[in-house]
């Protein structure tokens, strides 16, 4: 595992927001993501969205950990998108 990222895989990216604040039970699955770069990062995909974590490669969004993850996916998306 690559340490491009401020934190470890270990770590969540969850921030409490206004918004989440109110849901007691976190993000459902359908608002989370794996991030492709570092597998076994889990994704906020509003938060990611904010943050501006996020690209679309032939018709599919993807969201990221961090800004380290973004160079690695446009160097090569097809490599990350397929794994």
């Excluded at 109110?22 to 995909?45: F, R, Y």
């Amino acid at each position: 595992m690559s340490d491009h990222c401020e934190h470890d895989a270990a770590s969540a990216h969850h921030h409490e927001t206004p918004s989440r604040a109110k849901n007691l039970l976190g993000p459902t699955a359908d608002e989370l993501a794996q991030c492709p770069v570092m597998k076994g990062s889990t994704v906020v995909k509003a938060e990611a969205e904010e943050a501006g974590l996020y690209r679309d490669y032939e018709g599919q969004r993807y969201w990221f950990c961090c800004a380290g993850c973004l160079p690695k996916f446009d160097t090569d998306p097809a490599k990350y998108a397929a794994a």
